[in-house]
């Protein structure tokens, strides 16, 4: 899942039905929408029951024919499957690490079995 595919949820259904435990999404997400950004990747780590490491863009471009210049807020982050933010990183951009353990996406699906509900 890439950037803007964050906003459909759909995409993230079959991820969980194939027991996908770790979800990347590469972005570039402008500062208008950081808000929004950080919702959503918490929300979809949630609704997955995955960790999911969500890589968002730094700095600033001049995009389009006007050369608007946009700016990107960075905050990349790893989400863990119950939707605690294990790790957040800056506008600076750099390094952004966090320890992450794929039973914990397993014990939480034993525990809280979304997919029978989704099917039912």
Request: net charge neutral; charged share 25%.
């Amino acid at each position: 899942v890439i950037c803007y595919d964050l906003r459909f949820g759909e995409l993230f259904v079959p991820l969980h039905a194939q027991r996908a435990e770790l979800l990347l999404v590469p972005a570039q997400w402008p500062i208008a929408r950081a808000g929004q950004w950080r919702a959503l990747v918490i929300g979809r780590a949630v609704e997955a029951q995955a960790f999911v490491l969500a890589c968002n863009r730094c700095g600033s471009a001049s995009i389009g024919r006007r050369g608007e210049t946009l700016e990107y807020p960075g905050n990349s982050l790893v989400v863990g499957p119950n939707g605690d933010v294990l790790a957040e990183g800056s506008a600076a951009g750099g390094w952004t690490t966090a320890e992450i353990d794929p039973a914990e996406a397993r014990e939480l699906r034993r525990r809280v079995p979304v997919e029978k509900d989704r099917s039912a």
